[in-house]
Structures are given as C-alpha cells and as structure tokens.
C-alpha cells in the first residue's frame, strides 16, 4: 500500500521560509510525478506545484520565484522550499504522486496533509 507522508509544515512570519517533505514508502516504482497541492478554507485547491522524474516542473503563477520544488527519484521523496511567504499561502499543503499521466484534478496517491500558517 502507498502511503505519502508530510512533514514541515507549521506557522511562521510574513516574509519567513518553510521547506516541507514528502516521504513515501510501501512500494517499489517510481513516481512519474510528485507535486504539491494546497487547500484554504473556503477556497478550491489549488495545485502548487509539481516535478517529473526529467526534472521538469510546473508552479502555478503565484508562487513562481518564491517557492522551489524538488524530488529525490531514488527514494520518491519530494521536497518544497517556501521562501518569502505572504499571508495568502496559507493552507493545508497536500502531497501528491502520479503514476503515469499528470491530472491537474489530483494525483494518483495522496498524503493527510501539513498546516501552513503565515502571519502578518
């Protein structure tokens, strides 16, 4: 059974840095993709952010320049660097893996979720 986990989430300071994990484990592929979604309340999720196993990776406008995405292919963890975060990312931030084909709907697995919080 896949099971991603999340880490690193917490509550910091307008203009702080955050840098969050994703550790999965319990199979032997590898992730096409692994990404990162965020959800606040009353808000839709979003997608964040995501990386292929070449490295390429997409951010969603709002994030470009300030967050970094990137992944460890031979243990499928992936890895968030929030740098410079405003009120406005705060969110539940969501893993996320796709085994083939990348569907901005959602991934294939999913993690429970790390609370981001920035105060300003």
């Known amino acids: 059974q896949v099971q991603l986990v999340e880490s690193g989430g917490g509550l910091v300071q307008a203009g702080g840095s955050l840098r969050l994990s994703c550790a999965a484990s319990?199979?032997?592929?590898?992730?096409?993709?692994m990404g990162w979604y965020r959800q606040a309340p009353g808000k839709e999720r979003e997608l964040v952010a995501f990386?292929?196993?070449?490295?390429?990776?997409y951010y969603t406008d709002s994030v470009k320049g300030r967050f970094t995405i990137s992944r460890d292919n031979a243990v499928n963890n992936a890895f968030l660097q929030m740098n410079s975060l405003k009120p406005e990312d705060t969110a539940m931030y969501y893993c996320?893996?796709?085994?083939?084909?990348?569907?901005?709907?959602?991934?294939?697995?999913w993690g429970q979720g790390t609370q981001v919080t920035v105060s300003s």
């Open positions: 996320a893996a796709w085994r083939g084909i990348i569907a901005a709907a959602g991934g294939d697995y």
């Open positions: 319990g199979f032997v592929f590898s992730f096409n993709a």
């Open positions: 990386i292929r196993r070449d490295s390429g990776t």
